[in-house]
């Protein structure tokens, strides 16, 4: 329907490699096209009520990959794909993957800021994908010009991912990471929600380090009015004192016993129990009805003001190791309405004030870390935070691992973290497997009440965290490969000098590339005790494996196809010969 509705047949179309082409209408103008690597680059010059479309073969295509892309609408039909973008809301960038793997159409705008739309879909009149980004009067306002990138030849639809992320952050400096960032987390949220306390968090603070955990993030519930699962007292930002009598000398004691602390905070939830909703009121016309609070608009300059001072003072005052920003995204209640302040658009007064939260947060503690999480995963604002966490998912360890591995795909600079994982107490071991093997791929964060779990869940958690940190730099920074996205990535590996790391998270068939491996590592999240595999090249490789509880090393030889012993829910370390 979007090649019916929108008055195409005054669109101008220009064609691109592989059957793609693009028209623009409505007083847009193309300016010029240039290659870019395997990226051609075109320039638009737009114009308020002008448009931008997309039309690409169908191919045999699976489903259409997005930053916030979720297997439930793999493939959805041009009359229903809608997302929205802007600084602190997804990114205007997707794929289109075939059966194969591969991908036939990628694309990404540079309006990485400004609110925005994007209309897509399989055509059912043409039998094409069709991509729409309608000039909305903001976005024309703040630019002259959009400059569209499509991948130009046929690749892996993670390299097409990877080489439009390099251009939209291209020119972005990162924010250097925290030590922290690449350690193991204790979260207060889902042992504990808003009922913690001090003597909660030195409860566990114990046991936390002793699995492998560098950091405590003490989550909402230490603010005044934290309770109740709603949010109609934040604003100050002050601590309650009948949980934490002393914040500051809660940090230092966690500081004592070797873990740093990061704390959660709202900045734009401001609700009517607050000092602050006095003076703040006439810059937060917005009600979440959801939340039962005011949201922050921060196109005034008070608002910014205000929160730039909040944050500062919470890392000085209680001498923080770093914060957890949250609810960012609800700010885009105010997007298409009206500005009061100085700044017109929303997604621009974002990166204004994350930019001076971070100077503020980098001043009062060099070295801190910054915790942003999905929608807000533009790379316009990947300079202000060096923590990206997937969304809230408790207890659902598949989503947890479609989160991070999408975040990783997008992500250039940031440490991914995986949403604080959480399971039934009473349930088996493997259920502390599954849920810690899915966000390997990512840093893990972990949200139990240690104190009185399972001695066999701790000691559990404990040989993972020590496995995930052995692997550390092979899974975070080695070249990663997924399976297919709309099959929920049953197969992740990460690559890094002569390891390999393979990640099975369903009884697939796993294709081996073993040229110039010396170590295989098998992370097997399922009950099945042997894996089919293939191995690319004709030579077959001899080596021994060392399964998670043997106490011996066998003899194996990966060669063609066949297949492979493996620990059910756990770990297989093969070292390998030489060929």
């Keep these: 329907m979007l090649l019916e509705d929108h008055q195409l047949l005054s669109v101008q179309w220009t064609e691109l490699p592989r059957g793609i082409k693009f028209g623009v209408g409505g007083g847009c103008l193309v300016e010029g096209v240039e290659r870019r690597g395997l990226v051609d680059i075109v320039t638009v010059s737009i114009a308020a009520g002008g448009q931008i479309v997309l039309e690409a073969p169908l191919g045999n295509a699976t489903a259409y990959w997005h930053p916030g892309f979720d297997p439930g609408d793999c493939l959805p039909a041009d009359w229903k794909g809608r997302i929205g973008f802007s600084a602190v809301r997804s990114a205007p960038i997707g794929v289109l993957c075939d059966a194969n793997g591969n991908s036939g159409f990628a694309f990404a705008f540079d309006c990485l800021t400004q609110e925005g739309e994007l209309e897509y879909g399989a055509s059912e009149e043409a039998k094409t994908f069709v991509v729409r980004l309608g000039i909305a009067e903001g976005l024309a306002e703040a630019r002259s010009v959009v400059r569209l990138a499509v991948v130009a030849e046929e690749s892996g639809y993670e390299q097409a991912i990877r080489e439009l992320s390099v251009i939209l952050h291209d020119g972005i400096a990162g924010r250097a990471a ?48 934290g309770d109740g699962r709603w949010y109609a007292g934040c604003g100050d930002w002050v601590p309650d004192t009948a949980k934490f009598p002393d914040l500051r000398g809660t940090v230092a004691e966690l500081a004592d016993g070797g873990l740093e602390t990061v704390m959660w905070v709202a900045p734009f939830l401001m609700g009517e129990l607050s000092e602050a909703y006095s003076t703040l009121a006439p810059f937060a016309s917005h009600y979440a009805e959801g939340l039962r609070t005011w949201v922050l608009d921060p196109r005034h300059r008070e608002v910014r003001e205000h929160l730039v001072a909040m944050c500062s003072r919470l890392m000085v005052d209680y001498n923080l190791d770093g914060l957890k920003i949250d609810f960012l995204n609800n700010v885009m209640s105010y997007a298409g309405t009206p500005s009061t302040g100085d700044i017109a658009d929303v997604g621009d007064a974002m990166a204004v004030v994350l930019g001076e939260i971070e100077a503020a947060i980098e001043a009062a503690r060099p070295g801190a870390l910054i915790e942003f999480r999905q929608p807000y995963i533009s790379p316009a604002v990947a300079p202000f935070a060096d923590v990206i966490r997937a969304n809230d998912c408790p207890a659902d360890a598949d989503q947890n691992r479609r989160s991070t591995i999408n975040l990783r795909l997008l992500a250039i600079d940031q440490i991914v973290h995986s949403d604080p994982v959480m399971w039934d107490p009473t349930a088996p071991v493997e259920t502390v497997s599954r849920q810690l093997l899915n966000t390997f791929f990512s840093v893990p964060q972990i949200s139990m009440p240690l104190d009185v779990l399972p001695d066999a869940h701790r000691v559990r958690a404990t040989e993972l965290l020590t496995q995930w940190r052995s692997l550390r730099e092979v899974l975070l920074t080695g070249e990663l490969s997924v399976g297919l996205p709309n099959e929920s990535y049953p197969v992740v590996s990460s690559r890094l000098g002569s390891t390999l790391v393979v990640g099975a998270y369903q009884p697939r068939h796993l294709e081996l590339d073993l040229d110039g491996i010396s170590e295989l590592v098998i992370l097997n999240s399922t009950a099945a005790q042997v894996l089919p595999y293939t191995v690319a090249g004709a030579a077959p490789r001899v080596g021994t494996v060392l399964a998670e509880g043997s106490a011996a090393a066998t003899g194996i030889e990966l060669g063609g196809r066949g297949f492979v012993d493996v620990a059910p829910w756990g770990i297989t370390r093969i070292t390998l010969g030489n060929p």
């Design 178 to 225: 925290a030590v922290i960032a690449r350690e193991p987390v204790y979260s207060t949220w889902y042992a504990y929600s808003q009922q913690i306390s001090h003597e909660i968090v030195m409860r566990n603070a114990e046991a936390a380090r002793g699995i492998g955990c560098k950091s405590v993030f003490i989550d909402d519930g230490w603010q005044k009015f």
